[in-house]
Structures are given as structure tokens and as C-alpha cells.
């Protein structure tokens, strides 16, 4: 399938495999999103001390 533009889209094969990247990657950017507010945390309580 091609759009307007002449990019070619994904397939239906492809799209399962994107899902799974676009999924891994917004799992990895949550779980470092946490970590960073954790760490950021115990810094401010260290310096606070």
C-alpha cells in the first residue's frame, strides 16, 4: 500500500512487528521515567539532610 506522499506503509506482518517495538519502547521509557523521579528523589532527600 502506498500513500499520498509515495511512502510505502507497513503490511499487516509488519504492523505486529512495530506494535511490539512501539510497546517494548514505551515500556522501557515508562520504567526509566520511575527510576529517574526515584533517583531524583533521593537526591533531594540527601541534600536536604
Avoid: C, P, Q
Avoid at 506522499?5 to 506494535?19: P, V
Avoid at 519502547?25 to 526509566?32: A, P
Avoid at 523521579?37 to 541534600?47: F, G, K, P, R
Amino acid at each position: 500500500m502506498v500513500s499520498g506522499r509515495g511512502i510505502r506503509m507497513a503490511t499487516d506482518g509488519n504492523m505486529k512487528s512495530a506494535n511490539e517495538t512501539y510497546h517494548g519502547f514505551v515500556g522501557v521509557m515508562k520504567w526509566g521515567t520511575i527510576a529517574s523521579v526515584a533517583v531524583a528523589a533521593i537526591v533531594v532527600l540527601l541534600i536536604a539532610s
